[in-house]
């Protein structure tokens, strides 16, 4: 998942990356009993692929996203809750997302 938010950084790689197929595994991350490490990279990951792009955010939100990072808003430290944060404000650019987040 790490590696994944370092490379969506990349326009190019936003689209490939959702391509390949990652956004479900990574927001299933978020929803395991993994470690709070794993789940800061991929709500990490999860941000970058959705900021600007608005294919992305639509298609993250459709995955159950939302109530996972909300879920991991509120637990866990404060660096994770910041993680969590920043995605949840990526996915609100789009409007379909706004009520969700609300």
């Known amino acids: 998942a790490g590696a994944l938010a370092n490379l969506a950084v990349n326009d190019d790689n ?15 991350l978020l929803r395991s009993s993994g470690t709070a490490g794993a789940k800061w990279k991929a709500a ?4 970058n692929l959705a900021f600007n792009s608005s294919d992305n955010q639509v298609a993250i939100a459709k995955a159950g996203a939302i109530p996972a990072l909300v879920t991991f808003l509120t637990s866990g ?7 969590a944060a920043e995605a949840l404000q990526n ?8 009520v969700l987040i609300a």
């Open 14 to 28: 936003k689209v490939e990356i959702a391509e390949a197929g990652a956004i479900p595994s990574l927001v299933e």
């Open 44 to 47: 990490g990951a999860l941000g």
């Open 77 to 83: 430290t404060a660096e994770a809750k910041a993680r």
């Open 91 to 98: 996915l609100a650019a789009h409007s379909s997302n706004e």
